[in-house]
Each structure stands twice: as C-alpha cells, then as structure tokens.
T-cell receptor, first 109, second 119 residues
C-alpha cells in the first residue's frame, strides 16, 4: 500500500530564503509525482508534475526532483516571497492518487 | 491546461437532507473522474472513481449508498450526499483525466472544490 509522507509538517522562513520541502513514498513503482499548492479553503493548484521516467521539473522559482530508487522527491523554492505562503501537497500515482498531508509554509515578510 | 469546474462552491444544509455536487470538465472529455474528501488540516482522501456509463468504484470505508455517484456523460459527474449529517461536513474535490488509455501517463485536473457544512 502506497504511503506518502511530507516533512516538515509546517515551516516558517523569512522572505528571500531558499527552502526545500521533502516528500517520501513507500512504493517506488509510481507513474507520476505531482506537487500541488493549496491556499486555505481553496482547491488545488498544480505546480509541477514529474513523470516516472523524469528526474526533475522546473517552473520559475520552483524545482522538483524525483529519485524513485530512494522513494523521495523534493520541492525547492528559490527566493521565497510572502505570496508563497500556502500548503504544499505531494501526490503520487496515476489513476489512484495518494496525497501526503502537506507542508504548511509561512513566509515571514 | 484543462479546466474542471464544480458547483456549488459551498453549501450549507440541514441534517437529514441530500446534497448534490456537480463536477464538469469544461474543455475536454473525461472518461474517468475521481471524488476526494478533505477534512480540516488533513490531506485529500480518494472516495471513489467514476467511469462514464458504469458504476463507480468506491474506496474501502466509503459508503456507496450514502455517497451516490453518477457519471452520465463524458463531461459531467455528480456526487450526491444522501441524508447528510454533521460528520459529512468536509471539502469535496473532484478531478478528471484528460488523457486516454494507452498513453504513458494521464494527468488529473482538479476542480476548485465544494465546501459542505451540515448543521
């Protein structure tokens, strides 16, 4: 049974810092890994999707990596801004997506 | 990217009533749609998989008679919470596959969610 764990559960950093969010999964036989952003009371915004054959994806200040062999993914956010404050969800799977519990990120102005 | 809408965005109802939530794929056809539920400060949990023209597949622990799913067309799936109770209060999110079978991957696109509050 696939389990997805995100560490840390919450993180507060000063504006401008670079930061890394971690995601681990138990079953390496995955199709996709996706990072989402969720603002309070809102739906999901897809940030990056990494297919199983890929090792990383980049979009603007975001970079996500995937290491299937170790069952890990990281989301790197460069030059953080207050607008980055949200919950970041890691999700694994194709048809049946398993979500982590998320990391609540707070960027301090 | 593909757009998925949900209606209503929020609903408040009395205990014992039924509530219908619609999920639509606006610019693509979705043979498969998914329904998730998210309790406060928890992650999304898959409730059921909805296939057009066939019965939905429910995850373990989800009552099929309480959460009725109808996927009548390639662009619409509905979730009806029957005889809702306060413990059914949650954030319900749907998603839809934009891909077709045989592709190497099928990305899911998520709706904005529906917040249900049962008094």
């Amino acid at each position: 049974k696939q389990e997805v764990t995100q560490i840390p559960a919450a993180l507060s950093v000063p504006e401008g810092e670079n930061l890394v969010l971690n995601c681990s999964f138990t079953d390496s036989a995955i199709y996709n890994l996706q990072w989402f952003r969720q603002d309070p009371g809102k739906g999901l915004t897809s940030l990056l999707l990494i297919q199983s054959s890929q090792r990383e994806q980049t979009s603007g200040r975001l970079n996500a990596s995937l290491d299937k062999s170790s069952g890990r993914s990281t989301l790197y956010i460069a030059a953080s801004q207050p607008g980055d404050s949200a919950t970041y969800l890691c999700a694994v799977g194709d048809d049946k997506i398993i979500f982590g519990k998320g990391t609540r990120l707070h960027i301090l102005p | 990217g593909a757009v998925v809408s949900q209606h209503p965005s929020w609903v408040i109802c009395k205990s014992g009533t039924s509530v219908k939530i619609e999920c639509r794929s606006l610019d693509f056809q979705a043979t498969t749609m998914f329904w998730y539920r998210q309790f406060p400060k928890q992650s999304l949990m898959l409730m059921a998989t909805s296939n057009e023209g066939s019965k939905a597949t429910y995850e373990q622990g989800v009552e099929k008679d309480k959460f009725l799913i109808n996927h009548a067309s390639l662009t619409l799936s509905t979730l009806t919470v029957t005889s809702a109770h306060p413990e059914d209060s949650s954030f319900y999110i749907c998603s839809a596959h934009a891909g077709t079978s045989g592709q190497t991957y099928n990305e899911q696109f998520f709706g904005p969610g529906t917040r249900l509050t049962v008094l």
